[in-house]
């Protein structure tokens, strides 16, 4: 079995510190995961006017079993290339790398909250497969856009009580909870219990499943925008999630690991980037570099053929990017096999 445990700001992975005396580049590791947005390895779409949207160019047809089988190919050359974990969603990421509007069902429960049954086969042989390989998942339960597929404040609830014990009763050790992506993005959340002012209520909740004495390590993220981090999330959660996009330079990702250690409410614990969609990898200083020198974890995401400013949806075309639907999730772009190349340097 793989297990993650924190002590004190590291991460611990099968009851040693991570990367322990390793260095990129010169950059000391201890206590890091390098990690990867990996979020629509379970995606499925049930509005029937929007599949043809992710049909495979091959066959001209949308096929969930494939993406997901196609993603567990490819789980062991990441692990063999250096990656430490990959952040997965129950409702996914935006199938058009950003969106807006987004019509498309990827709920992965019922409005009641009950996870569903192809959901949970889905990602249980992806977190199976994650265990096998040394992996850490970060399984990511709400999205904006999908979130309002719930009925109430009692659907969210029961949907997260679902999940955790659904992880604790697997006996999986290797997966850290996100409760939702980007909570202080508040017009794409319908429920205010899933935005930041409230989402710490939804951590402690999530803290409060336990099975045979044991619960998840929870955490939930948010934009590099203000509020960066609430002060009620960095006192309740195990870990502090922020992403990286937007941000103007790769200094401005040592300036939020100092602000979030500088707010009231913070002790020490792990701070990670699992979402930054910057890269120039073979660069003397990047986004990644910045954030591994202040001591937090870094997440590579590529959301697919982005090329304007700031970024529109678009089209998966089976080539390009981790997150447009349909993906190929092995590393078959200059820029995806930079990121691995780079995890290759670790030393």
């Known amino acids: 079995m793989t297990s993650i445990e924190i002590r004190g700001t590291d991460f611990v992975v099968d009851g040693q510190t991570a990367h322990r005396g390793h260095t990129l580049d010169g950059i000391p590791l201890d206590g890091l995961l390098l990690n990867s947005r990996m979020i629509n390895g379970a995606f499925d779409d049930a509005n029937p006017g929007t599949t ?33 974990a990959f ?107 899933i935005k930041a ?64 250690r500088a707010t009231p409410g913070y002790t020490p614990k792990p701070i990670m980037f699992n979402e930054d969609d910057h890269f120039d990898f073979e660069a003397p200083h990047n986004h990644m570099k910045a954030a591994l020198a202040a001591g937090a974890s870094w997440g590579y995401f590529d959301p697919g053929s982005v090329t304007t400013d700031p970024p529109r949806p678009t089209r998966g075309d089976y080539h390009n990017g981790y997150q447009a639907v349909p993906v190929d999730w092995r590393a078959g772009t200059a820029t995806k096999r930079a990121f691995f190349a780079t995890l290759r340097r670790v030393r």
């Not at 049909?55 to 490819?74: I, K, M, Q, S």
């Not at 009641?112 to 992996?135: F, M, P, Q, T």
């Not at 955790?164 to 319908?190: G, M």
């Not at 402690?204 to 955490?219: D, I, N, Q």
Request: proline residues 4%; aromatic residues 8%.
């Open 197 to 260: 002012g409230r989402v710490h209520e939804l951590i402690a909740h999530a803290k409060s499943v336990t099975y045979e004495g044991r619960r998840l390590l929870v955490s939930t993220s948010f934009l590099a925008h203000p509020p960066i981090v609430t002060e009620q999330v960095l006192r309740e959660a195990d870990y502090i999630l922020v992403h990286g996009n937007g941000t103007p330079a790769p200094d401005r990702l040592r300036e939020m690991v100092e602000e979030i």
């Open 87 to 193: 952040t997965i969603g129950v409702q996914g990421g935006s199938p058009q790398g950003y969106s807006t509007e987004q019509p498309w069902d990827n709920a992965g429960f019922t409005a009641s909250g009950r996870l569903k049954d192809a959901y949970r086969e889905r990602l249980g042989r992806i977190i199976e497969e994650a265990d096998r390989l040394g992996l850490v998942v970060i399984l990511d339960i709400f999205y904006h856009g999908q979130d309002h597929r719930l009925r109430d404040e009692t659907a969210i609830r029961r949907a997260i009580t679902e999940v955790c014990t659904w992880v604790l009763r697997s006996e999986w050790r290797h997966v850290l909870l996100e409760i939702a992506n980007e909570v202080n993005w508040h017009r794409h959340y319908t429920h205010d219990l």
């Open 52 to 84: 043809h949207l992710w049909a495979y160019p091959d066959t001209g047809v949308w096929d969930a079993e494939r993406n997901t089988r196609e993603f567990l190919a490819a789980m062991p050359q990441w692990k063999a290339d250096g990656l430490d």
